[in-house]
């Protein structure tokens, strides 16, 4: 089945840890996306890549990091420099084809220890 | 940075009823319009895609996008308890990959 595949589904982080979370896809996508959601508010972009290699800041990516060695993976770090993490982080991919819709993974809940 | 106001919840409606959910946006130069659902403790799912001035129907869904007006609706015929979960407008631009979304709005249906 093609899909989005978000690991793990719960983190939990320690004080001055950093942790990743892992996005795969193979929907052979080249766009993908990492948003963060707070308890009753909308997705916020971090980070989005359209190509392998090549990644671009969302509107809140201080204290979070990404790569894109792959065209399947797309991984996100939180940082210890991230004071607030607590939240549901949300991986999505899309093709480059004009106005196509972005579709999601199931999503990863991290909280602080 | 487009900006995507959607109108304030919860919204409660009895069971069989029509569910109406408005969604404005900032950008003229707009050109995609989805509307997803988010069932509590889950990730969105694509309900609706429209691009072009009217509507546009689907099963009990029906998308309306006016875009002189920057206004995009959907409304929800037939209302079922299932169909209760927040629903997200994301508007989507003509030079970037990019979607905005809106905070989104909370329905109910009351059985």
């Known amino acids: 089945d093609g899909g989005i595949t978000q690991s793990p589904k719960y983190l939990f982080r320690k004080e001055g840890q950093n942790v990743t979370l892992s996005c795969e896809q193979n929907?052979?996508?080249?766009?993908m996306y990492w948003y963060r959601q707070d308890p009753g508010q909308g997705l916020r972009l971090i980070y989005y890549s359209q190509i392998v290699n090549d990644f671009q800041k969302g509107d809140i990516a201080e204290g979070y990091s990404v790569s894109r060695e792959k065209k399947e993976s797309f991984p996100l770090t939180v940082t210890s420099a991230q004071k607030n993490p607590t939240a549901f982080y949300l991986c999505?991919?899309?093709?480059?084809?004009?106005?196509?819709?972005?579709?999601f993974g199931d999503g990863t809940r991290l909280s602080i220890l | 940075q487009k900006e995507v106001e959607q109108n304030s919840g919860p919204l409660s409606v009895p069971e069989g009823a029509i569910a109406s959910l408005n969604c404005t946006y900032s950008?003229?130069?707009?050109?995609?319009f989805f509307w997803y659902r988010q069932y509590s403790g889950k990730s969105p799912e694509l309900i609706m895609s429209?691009?072009?001035?009217g509507d546009k129907e689907d099963g009990r869904f029906t998308a309306q996008l006016n875009k002189a007006s920057q206004y995009v609706s959907l409304l929800i015929r037939d209302s079922q308890p299932s169909d209760s979960a927040t629903y997200l407008c994301?508007?989507?631009?003509?030079?970037?990959?990019?979607?905005?979304f809106g905070a989104g709005t909370t329905v109910t249906v009351r059985a």
């Open positions: 950008d003229r130069g707009s050109q995609s």
């Open positions: 994301a508007v989507g631009g003509p030079s970037d990959y990019k979607l905005s």
């Open positions: 429209i691009y072009s001035n």
């Open positions: 929907l052979n996508h080249d766009a």
């Open positions: 999505a991919s899309r093709t480059i084809a004009s106005n196509q819709p972005q579709h």
